[in-house]
T-cell receptor, first 109, second 118 residues
């Protein structure tokens, strides 16, 4: 069965420091990987997807099929980045999302 | 335009009661999804509608759970004989098309309904 693992429930870094939120997946096919973010008192929203290869709000994520990882990175964290971050997977011919448990990111001033 | 809306925002009920949770998707979105999120977990897929029909209900945990979307817009998630384990945030999302893979369309989420079963 496919799984998405986010090993860190909580990650706390200082403003201006680099951030890496880890995501590993297990799936034998060609998945579509996503990062969703939920800011305080707001709804879940898409941050980025691997297929678009975009950088959103300074965040990037590279799909590493060899390591089955899709880590989210930002070189210089900002206080407004504090939020819950979820990694999610969609099978190559499916539409439902399979989610990790989420990582709470806290950026300290 | 308005995003996905869900009502009520909070629902407290007693064990054994029946509840209905409503979702209003973004106008024109043909795909609608229900997820359940328990404390400390990511969302868990329940059911997916393409238009009026349930294209995939494999995530519904048991036959106490049922969802409808009679006119291809508003959807209602219905839970019979609620149990304490049903307590969670129920999320609804909609997208323009419900296809995965490279043609995946972004799912837009509602604020959720927090269900508490006492």
């Amino acid at each position: 069965a496919q799984r998405v693992t986010q090993p860190e429930k909580l990650l706390s870094v200082f403003k201006g420091a680099p951030v890496e939120l880890k995501c590993n997946y297990s799936y034998s096919g060609s998945p579509e990987l996503f990062w969703y973010v939920q800011y305080s008192r707001q709804r879940l929203q898409l941050l980025l997807r691997h297929i678009s290869r975009e950088s959103i709000k300074g965040f990037t994520a590279d799909l590493n099929k060899g390591e089955t990882s899709f880590h989210l990175k930002k070189p210089f964290a900002q206080e407004e980045d504090s939020a819950m971050y979820y990694c999610a997977l969609s099978e190559d011919s499916n539409y439902q999302l399979i989610w990790g448990a989420g990582t709470k990111l806290i950026i300290k001033p | 335009g308005a995003g996905v809306s869900q009502t009520p925002s909070n629902k407290v009920t007693e064990k054994g009661k029946y509840v209905e949770l409503r979702c209003d998707p973004i106008s024109g979105h043909t795909a609608l999804y229900w997820y359940r999120q328990s404390l400390g977990q990511g969302p868990e897929f329940l059911i997916y509608f393409q238009g009026t029909g349930a294209a995939d209900d494999s995530g519904l945990p048991n036959d106490r759970f049922f969802a409808v979307r009679p006119e291809g817009s508003v959807s209602t998630l219905k839970i019979q004989r609620t149990e304490r384990g049903d307590s969670a945030v129920y999320l609804c999302a909609s997208s323009e098309l419900g296809t995965g893979g490279p043609n995946y369309n972004e799912q837009f989420f509602g604020p959720g309904t927090r269900l508490t079963v006492l």
